[in-house]
C-alpha cells in the first residue's frame, strides 16, 4: 500500500530528493505538511502553474495537508530564477491586488477550503536585525553562486544585488516557519528548494523532501508559459480564448500538453504521441479534443464543445458569431463633424473592451488584427461620414476571438 502511495505521489515529478526519503515519511502514517508557493509577481495563474497546484492536490486527495504560500513579501524582491538581470521591485499595492486574485484561481485546482493558506509577510515583514543575521548564516556566498543563473551573471559582470541573493533564503524560511515536510516546484525551482532543506537544518528542523515538476512551455512551444512572453494560457480566461489559444499550440506540444495539463483521466500522452508519429492521429483532432477537455476541466462539463462550435463558426465558417456584446461607447471618441468626421480607433477599442490599451490596439493594428466588419482597419484614425453614427452597429474585431458591436454613442 505504502509502495502504491509512493507510486501516485511521485508519478510524472522529475526530482523527488533525496531517493527514499518521501518513502520514510509516508511510512510514519501521519499526514505531510506539504508546501507550495507562488510568486504573486503577475495577476494571473496559468496552465504551467496548475502543473505544480494538480501535484499539490493529489497530496491533498492522499489525506496530506496542502499549504499554499502567497509570497506577499518576497514578491518585493522577485523570484530571480532564470533571471538575467535584477527584477524591479513590486509595490505593495500591486502585489496586493495579485495575491488577492489567486485564491480564487488556485481553487480551480485544488480544496482550498481544506488547504492551509499563508501570505509569507505574515512572519518576514516582521523579522529583526538579529534573525536575519542568523539566516543569512545558513549558506555562503559560493553556494549562492553554485545556482546556474547567479554564476553566469557573476561570470558576465552583470550585476546581482545582494536582495536577490536572500531571496532563496526567505523562501527557505517559509519552509521553516510551516514546518514542511514536502515543497513542491517546477524544475526551475529547484537551487530555491534544496536551499530550504538548508535553512531547515540551520533551525534544527528535520530538512523537506524537494519533489519538482516539468515546466509547461507556452503556446509559442519554446519558451516556459509567462504573461511577461504572451504566450500563456490562465486559468480563469474565457472558454472561447482558452479554446482559441489550445488550437494555437504547436503539434510537437501536443503530447506534453496533454500529459501535463490534461484531465488525469483523459487521454494516453504515449499512445498520442505514437498516434501523432505514425499519421494515425490528426494533429488537429487531437488539439481539438485536448481543448474541450481542458476547458472543460476548468469551466464544467459541455463548456468545451460549446466553445468548440464557436470556434468553427469564426474559423471553419468564416461567420460572426452570433452573440456579439453590444457597447455604447462615448460620442466624443468623434472628433470634428460636417462630412469631416474622425474616430482614432485605439481609443474606440479600448471602449469597447477589445483592448486594455491604445498602445496594444495600435500594436495588434500594426499586425494586422484589427477588423471592422470584416474587413482589416489599418489606419489608427479612421474617416467617417457626419456626426459618427454610421459607427452605430459596426463590429468590431480584435485578434481571432474578440468580437463587439457599437450599440450606441452616449455624451
Not at 16 to 31: F, Q
Amino acid at each position: 500500500m505504502a509502495a502504491d502511495a509512493l507510486t501516485k505521489l511521485a508519478s510524472g515529478s522529475v526530482d523527488l530528493i533525496p531517493e527514499g526519503e518521501l518513502e520514510r515519511k509516508l511510512a510514519e502514517g501521519r499526514p505531510l505538511r506539504v508546501k507550495l508557493g507562488v510568486d504573486p509577481s503577475r495577476p494571473d495563474l496559468t496552465l504551467g502553474h496548475a502543473v505544480v497546484l494538480r501535484k499539490l492536490r493529489t497530496f491533498q486527495d492522499a489525506g496530506h495537508v496542502a499549504v499554499l504560500i502567497v509570497g506577499d513579501f518576497t514578491a518585493r524582491i522577485g523570484d530571480p530564477s532564470g533571471r538575467s538581470e535584477t527584477r524591479p521591485m513590486l509595490g505593495e499595492e500591486e502585489i496586493r491586488a495579485n495575491a488577492e486574485t489567486y485564491l480564487a484561481q488556485a481553487g480551480k485546482v485544488i480544496d482550498v477550503g481544506a488547504a492551509e493558506l499563508h501570505g509569507n509577510a505574515e512572519w518576514l515583514a516582521g523579522i529583526d536585525m538579529a534573525e536575519l543575521l542568523r539566516l543569512t548564516a545558513s549558506a555562503t556566498v559560493a553556494q549562492m553562486l553554485e545556482r546556474d543563473d547567479f554564476r553566469d551573471r557573476y561570470e558576465s559582470g552583470r550585476p546581482i544585488s545582494v536582495v536577490e541573493l536572500l531571496y532563496p533564503l526567505l523562501q527557505g524560511y517559509d519552509s521553516v516557519a510551516v514546518r514542511a515536510d514536502v515543497e513542491l516546484g517546477g524544475t526551475d525551482q529547484k537551487f530555491n528548494l534544496l536551499m530550504g532543506r538548508e535553512v531547515q537544518r540551520a533551525y534544527r528542523q528535520e530538512p523537506q523532501v524537494v519533489l519538482t515538476m516539468p515546466l509547461l512551455e507556452g503556446t509559442d512551444g519554446v519558451r516556459k508559459m509567462s504573461k511577461s512572453l504572451d504566450n500563456y494560457i490562465g486559468l480563469t480566461e474565457p472558454p472561447d480564448d482558452m479554446f482559441g489559444k489550445l488550437m494555437r499550440i504547436p503539434d510537437g506540444s501536443i503530447a506534453k500538453y496533454v500529459r501535463l495539463a490534461g484531465p488525469v483521466e483523459g487521454e494516453d500522452p504515449e499512445e498520442v504521441e505514437r498516434g501523432l508519429a505514425a499519421g494515425s492521429l490528426h494533429p488537429n483532432d487531437a488539439k481539438r479534443r485536448l481543448a474541450r477537455e481542458i476547458v472543460d476541466l476548468y469551466h464544467g462539463a459541455g463548456e468545451g464543445q460549446a466553445a468548440e462550435e464557436r470556434f468553427n463558426l469564426v474559423f471553419r465558417e468564416r461567420a460572426l458569431p452570433q452573440d456579439v456584446q453590444e457597447v455604447s461607447v462615448p460620442a466624443d471618441l468623434v472628433k470634428g463633424g460636417s462630412g469631416a468626421a474622425v474616430v482614432y480607433v485605439p481609443a474606440l477599442l479600448k471602449a469597447l473592451g477589445l483592448v486594455t490599451s491604445t498602445s496594444e490596439a495600435r500594436r495588434l493594428q500594426a499586425q494586422g488584427g484589427v477588423r471592422k466588419d470584416g474587413e482589416p482597419i489599418a489606419e489608427e484614425e479612421l474617416r467617417i461620414d457626419g456626426d459618427g453614427s454610421e459607427l452605430v452597429g459596426t463590429v468590431w474585431q480584435v485578434g481571432r476571438r474578440r468580437f463587439a458591436r457599437v450599440r450606441d454613442l452616449v455624451e
